[in-house]
Nanobody, 130 residues
Framework: QVQLVESGGGSVQAGGSLTLSCVAS????????LAWFREAPGKQREGVAA????????????YYADSVKGRSTISQHGDKNTVYLHMGKMKPEVSAMYYC???????????????????WGQGTQVTVST
């Protein structure tokens, strides 16, 4: 079992930025990747970005949902059990509970579907106001 703890959420004005953090209780884990998802009220949880923890530390492969490309950056540095999500130029529509996920299953680490990830954190709330 892997426990995930997110932090860094909060309230920010439109145009601002936030950096979320996620720490896993242990490493390695299946799939060798960490991901971020978000869930807004009344909407389904959707994938945001994922990072593969293999390869060179300065060039870990990443994958983004089309909706966040250019505005968000997922990164991993330091311990492999820690991942960050930096969001810039934020808009109110990105307000949601943000969840960290680990344990990518057979679909592979680029498959940002809820059913493809085994472990989940409790989430951290992000609110963007106008």
């Amino acid at each position: 079992q892997v426990q995930l703890v997110e932090s860094g959420g909060g309230s920010v004005q439109a145009g601002g930025s936030l950096t979320l953090s996620c720490v896993a209780s242990k490493y390695p884990f299946s799939g060798n990747a960490l991901a971020w998802f978000r869930e807004a009220p009344g909407k389904q949880r959707e994938g945001v970005a994922a990072v593969y923890l293999g390869g060179e530390p300065d060039g870990r492969p990443t994958y983004y949902a089309d909706s966040v490309k250019g505005r968000s950056t997922i990164s991993q540095h330091g311990d492999k059990n820690t991942v960050y999500l930096h969001m810039g130029k934020m808009k109110p529509e990105v307000s949601a509970m943000y969840y960290c996920a680990a344990g990518a299953l057979d679909g592979g680490w680029c498959r940002l579907e809820v059913k493809n990830w085994l472990y989940w954190g409790q989430g951290t709330q992000v609110t963007v106001s106008t």
